[in-house]
């Protein structure tokens, strides 16, 4: 059986990294992962600009991050590398 593979793409430049991701079983979604430093505070700014995000956490895959699903239904995350990585 030949399955397609959803379609993915990486910028990097200096210390951001974005990562591009459509899933062809939903109508318009699509994601974008942001790696970057100071994900803490960029969490805190969006949160007093009264947008609505999840939570900001140590993730097991070794980041610290959290999601934005925007009026389209994409999701948008951010992250930075923890330090608290358990192997």
């Not at 951001?16 to 992962?33: C, P």
Request: net charge negative.
């Amino acid at each position: 059986m030949n399955q397609a593979t959803a379609p993915k793409a990486n910028v990097c430049s200096g210390p951001i990294s974005i990562s591009l991701s459509s899933d062809s079983s939903t109508e318009a979604a699509g994601n974008v992962y942001v790696q970057m430093m100071g994900v803490e505070s960029y969490y805190s700014r969006l949160r007093s600009a009264g947008v609505e995000v999840g939570p900001l956490a140590e993730r097991p895959y070794g980041m610290r991050d959290f999601l934005v699903i925007d009026p389209w239904g994409n999701r948008l995350v951010f992250g930075e590398p923890s330090m608290n990585v358990h192997v």
